[in-house]
Structures are given as structure tokens and as C-alpha cells.
């Protein structure tokens, strides 16, 4: 009853998360892009991979239009993309830049969720771009996250187990301590509405999934005077290890799951029972979606590759029916991976707008064009000196050393009032990069707190982080590790010698 269709192999890390809309497939990966492909083909539309985060990208997630995709990542922002440009509409800092985790729109797109390692919430107004409320769970990190299909509220998951309702806007609901032991790593309502209404409360099935090997099916009722209740109705084991994904079918009646055991697993939502396991992963199986008007899903691994499979099985999708036989199940008819053939496209051009250069200013100002730099002279309300900048050909890395002498001298600004208010806006746009984007390596910056390594040390996930952020993580995260969640084999600690050296080297030359 599934057709592997194909296998996308562009990521050059583990795959994190897979997100459809109705026209489009969005991956996103350790390897800090995001890439998306047309539904029609899987081949991948021009403008991918979508390149901004500078680190890890956790989870995305498509507006309910298909026209907007956000996406999270420890580098402590939620962006928000134009699916038609590929172009930057936003940038969210999370409160306290935390390493974001998960993030996900509300039903109707007003609003985002994103959650972060710090066990915060924050809730975005998608129009204005702002925040307009954060909390705090009480232990572990926000790693899952989904709305309730009516929009009034949503549930959390956290590294501690616990799953947690909040209303929308927020305040918290009820708590349900210890949901799965270890800890939950993903949550998703069923897409469809109410299965049940009892004169103040209304009912939505909610699956989760977590550490203990489970996939439990609640269902979630909100009832108006009390607040509301998670009551357990199927607890589903049919893999071996930690469960990291699991997702509805959009009519609610199959739900998929991925694992550590490899196994991709599809169950039968109301009975609970296993219709189908494909075993097609050479390592973790990390993500896991449905299309919402097709009968694909997709399923993301840290082998780096995703697949995309065609589900036929007559109950949903009115697809044939084909129970008896495995025909076709992890068949290796895999059509080759289609690459883009870019060459006749033309480059889109970009559009230069305040929204998007002030989204920029969050990542590199070394990039801007000269056009960008117009538009932060004009913003910081500098405009009279657009003609003097352009005549320069000033662009973003020549902003960033321009200093009192040249502006003096070389520019020829004369007036002492405007040559010492754009100084001290160009310093003011560097403390304001300085932790974001400084042209520090990457992999000197320690993945938790986001600043330069003193004293690297790598922890048994592999990961090289600052030795006191990670100590104080394992006191308080119950030995989970920062970048992949999954449990830390052991607590040991090793200096990261070759990289300490690498930065004092750096260090030296700046
Ligand atoms: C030390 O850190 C660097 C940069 O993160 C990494 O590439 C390297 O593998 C680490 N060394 C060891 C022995 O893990």
C-alpha cells in the first residue's frame, strides 16, 4: 500500500523536518538550509536551498495559503520565507535568542508558535511581525508544538515529558505531567475538527510521541468552565526505539510515525493498529508529513536523504485497495532524483524593500547591496546622505569599516552633526550583529548560548560545545543533547584541542 516515488538526496546533513502545502514539499536539515520541491515532480524549485539561518534548522512549517513557510533554528530565529520568491519576508528573534526548536502556524495563519530550548513560548502575530505574548513551560525544552483545528489553543511538548495546553492567546490550560517518559519530541492534532461535542466541550484527537517508544492518540477535550483534559486512548508501540515524528493524514484516519529503530511506521488512527512498516532508512528516522490533498508522505532521516511515498489503501483518498499484498511496499522503483534545470530560468529579480532589508540587517550587512544600504540610511533617517553613499558605492562591508577619518575625509561630509550621527549608527548596527552575524565561523560559536568558544569540549553526541553552557545543560536538560535531543549516551566531556587552537589562531588575526 506505499510506492516509494522518490528519494531527494540535496541535504549534506540530517534531515530534520519535512513540511507539505498543497503544491510544495519543505525540508530542513542540520545542514542549515531548507529546500523545497514542487509536489508535481519533485524536482526543486530555482530559488532552493533557502540559505539565512546559521545553524541548524529544526522544524517549518507552510502558512494555510502555501504562500508563507516558516522555519526555526538554534541560531535563536524563526524566519519567514515567501514560498513564490524564496525571498526573506521576516525574522523573528526568540526571546532571550534561544535556540528555537519547533515553530507552527495557527489553523488560519494569524498567529505562530515557536518554542525553544529554554522551555519558552513565544506567540507572533503574523501581520505585524510581533510578538504578542511569551511563557515559559516550567521544565525541559519546547520541542513540539500543534494547533488545535479550531485555532483556540494549542498543546506543547517539552525534553521532560510533559505535554502542555495553552489557549490562544496564551495562558496555560492544563499541564499532563509525564505524557512520555524521557521526553515528547513531537505532537500533531488530527487536521479534522471535533470528533465529539458535549454541551460545553468540544473534543480533538491529538497524537504524540516521545522517548518511551510510543505514539499515544489523546483525545484533547477544552472545556469552557475548567480548562481542559488529555484523555489517552491508544498507546501505539509498533516500533523499538524512541519515536521522533509522527503526523496525521489530513482526513485523520492514518497517521505515520519515524523512529530511531529506522522504521517508518503507518497505523490505522481509530482502530490503533499497524497497516503498514517501511523499513527504507539506513539510519534515525527524525520526520515524517502527509500531504494535505495528495496521497504522499514524506519521511526525513539523518541518512540526509528524505522519500517520498504514494499511499494507496482505500480508506483514505479513495485509493486502490490493495490489503493483502505487499506489493509494492519499499519497492525500489525509485525514479532517479530530478535535478532543476536551471539554465534556462531567469534569475528572479530581487525585490528591494524595507521589510526585506530590515530582515536582512538580522543576517549579514557584509552582503547588502548598494541599494540595501539606501534603504538604512533612509530608515535611520539619514537620507540626506543616499547620493554621497552611492556616489561611493558604499555596500554593506564598506558600511561596516567606514570610520570618523573617511567619512571625513574620503566622503567629504561635512556637516560634524550627520558625520557623527552615522557613525554611531554604524556602530549601533554592529552591536546590534555582533552575536548574529560578525563573520565568526560558525563552528566557533557554541550551538547553545550563541558565543565564541573559550573552552570547546565535545560532548558524546559528537557536538563541540563551550564546557560550562553544556555542564549547565546536562544539570538542568536531563542528558539530552542541545542539537539532536536525543538521549546523551554518556556525560563525558573531551577537549576539543584542534578547535580551542583553531580559535585562539582566529582570535589573534582579528
Ligand atoms: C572539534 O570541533 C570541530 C569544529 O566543530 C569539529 O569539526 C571536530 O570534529 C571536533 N573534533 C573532534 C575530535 O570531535
Not at 548598494?370 to 558604499?394: M, P, Q, T, Y
Request: overall charge negative; aromatic content about 6%.
Amino acid at each position: 500500500m506505499a510506492t516509494l516515488i522518490c528519494s531527494l538526496v540535496d541535504h549534506s546533513d540530517d534531515v530534520n523536518w519535512c513540511a507539505f502545502s498543497s503544491t510544495c514539499l519543505a525540508t530542513c536539515s542540520l545542514d542549515k538550509t531548507i529546500r523545497l520541491y514542487s509536489i508535481k515532480d519533485f524536482s526543486e524549485l530555482p530559488f532552493s536551498p533557502l540559505n539565512g539561518h546559521g545553524y541548524a534548522v529544526h522544524s517549518c512549517c507552510f502558512s494555510s495559503t502555501g504562500e508563507l513557510l516558516a522555519s526555526c533554528s538554534t541560531d535563536g530565529t524563526t524566519v519567514l520565507w515567501s514560498v513564490n520568491t524564496g525571498e526573506i519576508v521576516t525574522v523573528l528573534q526568540h526571546p532571550g535568542r534561544s535556540p528555537v526548536r519547533i515553530c507552527t502556524f495557527s489553523p488560519d495563519s494569524s498567529c505562530l508558535v515557536s518554542g525553544a530550548a529554554d522551555g519558552t513560548v513565544a506567540l507572533w502575530d503574523v501581520h505585524s511581525n510581533t510578538l504578542c505574548s511569551s511563557a515559559a513551560v516550567k521544565e525541559g525544552s519546547v520541542v513540539a508544538c500543534s494547533f488545535a483545528p479550531c485555532g483556540q489553543m494549542f498543546v506543547t511538548g517539552s525534553t521532560n515529558g510533559d505535554l502542555c495546553a495553552w489557549s490562544c492567546p496564551m495562558k496555560q490550560l492544563c499541564t499532563l505531567k509525564t505524557a512520555h517518559d524521557l521526553g515528547v519530541t513531537c505532537c500533531q492534532f488530527s487536521p479534522q475538527a471535533c470528533n465529539g461535542m458535549e454541551r460545553n466541550s468540544v473534543y480533538f484527537q491529538m497524537a504524540s510521541c516521545g522517548q518511551d517508544n510510543n505514539v499515544k492518540i489523546w483525545m484533547v477535550s477544552q472545556d469552557v468552565p475548567s480548562g481542559c483534559e488529555f484523555q489517552l486512548v491508544h498507546t501505539l508501540n509498533g516500533q523499538s526505539a524512541p519515536v521522533l515524528s509522527c503526523a496525521f493524514s489530513s482526513d485523520g484516519q492514518l497517521l505515520v510515525s519515524g523512529s530511531v529503530d529506522k522504521s517508518v511506521v503507518i497505523y490505522d488512527a481509530n482502530k490503533g493498529i499497524i497497516l503498514n512498516k517501511l523499513t527504507h532508512h539506513e539510519r534515525y528516522v527524525t520526520a515524517c508529513a502527509f500531504a494535505p490533498d495528495m496521497p504522499f508522505i514524506a519521511t526525513g532521516s539523518m541518512d540526509k536523504t528524505v522519500t517520498v511515498w504514494r499511499i494507496e489503501d482505500g480508506t483514505s483518498f479513495g485509493g486502490r485497495v490493495s490489503q493483502h499484498s505487499n506489493k509494492g511496499s519499499a519497492v525500489s522503483n525509485a525514479t532517479a532524483k530530478k535535478k532543476f534545470d536551471s539554465l534556462n530560468e531567469e534569475k528572479k529579480e530581487k525585490h528591494l524593500d524595507v521589510g526585506f532589508v530590515k530582515a536582512q540587517s538580522r543576517l549579514c550587512v557584509s552582503e547588502w547591496s548598494e541599494e540595501a544600504v539606501s534603504v538604512w540610511l533612509c530608515e535611520e533617517g539619514l537620507d540626506e546622505l543616499v547620493n554621497i553613499f552611492k556616489a561611493n558605492n558604499i555596500d554593506g562591508s564598506q558600511l561596516l569599516s567606514l570610520n570618523k577619518e573617511i567619512v571625513t575625509n574620503d566622503l567629504n561630509i561635512e556637516s560634524l552633526g550627520l558625520r557623527n550621527k552615522v557613525i554611531r549608527k554604524i556602530e549601533e548596527l554592529k552591536e546590534h550583529l555582533e552575536s548574529i552575524c560578525t563573520g565568526i565561523p560558525d563552528e566557533f560559536l557554541c550551538p547553545i548560548n550563541r558565543e565564541l568558544m573559550e573552552d570547546p569540549v565535545i560532548a558524546s553526541d559528537g557536538y563541540s560545545y563551550e564546557r560550562e553552557a553544556i555542564e549547565s545543560w546536562i544539570h538542568t536538560k536531563k542528558h539530552s543533547s542541545p542539537m539532536t535531543n536525543l538521549p546523551l549516551k554518556s556525560v563525558l566531556l573531551t577537549p576539543n584541542r584542534t578547535l580551542k587552537m583553531a580559535i585562539s589562531r582566529w582570535k589573534n588575526c582579528q
